[in-house]
Structures are given as C-alpha cells and as structure tokens.
C-alpha cells in the first residue's frame, strides 16, 4: 500500500547550523506535498508545500526539494534555533488526501 | 494560515461514557474535514474523511458505530467516542481543508487529548 517514510527517527543538530529532513514516498501520482511542523502536545503546523511540478520551493527560513525521480522531498531549515525543536511531517498526495510520514524528532543542541 | 479550533484540549472521563469533540474552522469554509488518531512517537492515523451534509468514510479498521462524525456545516464538525474504554485513550486532531487558493492544504487544531479510566 502506499507508503511515506522518513530516513532517520532523530535528527540532532547545532543551534545555527543548517537541518535537512528527509521523506520518501511511494505514490508517484502524489502531486502536492507538504511539510508540517508538530510541537509537544499541539496539532501539526503547516510549514511550506511545493506542487509536483516544481523542483524547490522557498519559504522564511525553510527550503522544500522536490526529487520525483526518486519520489524524495527534504526540508531545509537554514541557522536551526532552539524553537525549530519539533516532529515534523512530510505528507504526499493531493485532491483526495494525504499519507503522512512517521516523522523526524528534531532535537536542536544549545 | 488559516485557524482550526479544536475543543476540548483535554478530556478524562470514565469507562462507557461518551465524548463530544468539536473542530472549527474559523476564517475559512471547510468542504473537507479529517479526523485522526496520533499513538504516542507515532504518525497520524486517518480515522475518517467527512464532507459538509455527506456521511462520514471512514478508514478500514475504524468502527463508525464507535466514532460518531458529524459534519453539520461547513465549519464545524464533530467526533463523538460512544461508550469509551481506556483502549480509546488517544491524541485526537481534527483537520480541515477549503477551498480557493489553499484548497490543497489541511490545516489542523490543536488535538485533543482523551483518558478513559
């Protein structure tokens, strides 16, 4: 069945060193996809989405890379602060709905 | 973004009573509603995907005479736990999509946290 993973359940990085999450999906008729941000307790926040037709996409701070070639998306989180600490969430699909990822803890060191 | 309220934020109740969840969207129209179950480091579960005035679908494995969800508007839907048991225990979030310009984006509330004793 459709699938969407991410290659690493931690990520531990240097307050304001540069992140990059990572998120593979199985459905290659997935035309949209978005990133989500879940802090503890909270609902998941939306960060930056990129349509299939497009390759990257730039928000404040966060850079999305769309590689259908491979069915991969990354987030890119340039100078990682101590408020980046969070789950995040890739999620691939479209009209209908969403398959999310398992999610990627982000643990920011001081 | 747009703002998806979500109450209650916290609930405890006790075995074989029911639950009322509500999920408002706030600023937009809401033609889709979704409803999920989060395990603790784990995923978001689909539960149901409900349309204003449609019955709910609901995901195979999940009993609908168990989670009752209605969509009466186009901004609030509800998701009722009939007869909880502590098994029910769970992070309930709710998600709403509209439609324009950000009609491809679920925006979500801020969950439900739910303990049956």
């Known amino acids: 069945g459709e699938s969407v993973g991410l290659h690493l359940p931690t990520l531990s990085v240097q307050e304001g060193d540069n992140s990059i999450i990572n998120c593979a999906y199985s459905?290659?008729?997935?035309?949209?996809f978005i990133w989500y941000k879940q802090e503890s307790g909270k609902g998941p926040q939306f960060i930056i989405d990129i349509r299939s037709n497009m390759d990257k996409r730039q928000g404040q701070r966060v850079t999305v890379l769309l590689n259908k070639t491979v069915k991969h998306l990354s987030l890119q989180i340039a100078a990682t602060q101590p408020g980046d600490s969070a789950v995040y969430f890739c999620a691939a699909g479209g009209t209908y709905k969403y398959i999310f990822g398992t999610g990627t803890r982000l643990k920011v060191l001081a | 973004g747009a703002v998806v309220s979500q109450h209650p934020s916290w609930v405890i109740c006790k075995s074989g009573t029911s639950v009322k969840i509500e999920c408002r969207s706030l600023d937009f129209q809401a033609t889709t509603m979704f409803w999920y179950r989060q395990f603790p480091k784990q995923s978001l579960m689909l539960m149901a995907t409900?349309?204003?005035?449609?019955?709910?679908?609901?995901e195979q494995g999940v009993e609908k005479d168990k989670f009752l969800i209605n969509h009466a508007s186009l901004t609030l839907s509800t998701l009722t736990v009939t007869s909880a048991h502590p098994e029910d225990s769970s992070f309930y979030i709710c998600?709403?999509?509209?439609?324009?310009?950000?009609?491809?984006?679920?925006?979500f509330g801020a969950g439900t946290r739910l303990s049956v004793l």
């Open positions: 459905n290659s008729a997935s035309d949209y």
């Open positions: 409900s349309n204003e005035g449609s019955k709910a679908t609901y």
């Open positions: 998600s709403a999509r509209g439609g324009g310009l950000a009609k491809n984006i679920q925006y």
